[in-house]
């Protein structure tokens, strides 16, 4: 039998997965607007990347909460780039695309899988959130 805890560990992995190769892929076009932007999509990338390595070789809570926080900035820094702009990275508006809003929700997902998580591992965070 498939245990919620699994499934949610296979969500997250996937989440990273996907959003780190959109990142990637996306490094080459936000290099023409500058090497700030693709370097934030490059260093997004290198880290989605690990951190899906990592989970599939451990369920330490950190690596959960590393994720949390991760999926909240790039969902942060998105709502930013469409509504003022990331000043230093990317400082104008960004048009709302299609394969943005997926991968966002590919992150909202990941983000509420391993807040799920990470709330089942540390009984403290539970309560807070109950």
Known sequence: MITRAAL???AVIVACAISAGIHAAL???HLEEGAAAAGGFAVSAVLLGALAVAITQSTRPILFAGAVVLFAGLIVSYALAVTTGVPGLHPEVEPVEGLAVFTKLVELAGLLAAADLLSYRL???RRVFA
């Open 27 to 29: 490094v080459p076009e």
């Open 123 to 125: 009984p403290a965070i």
């Open 8 to 10: 949610e560990r296979d």
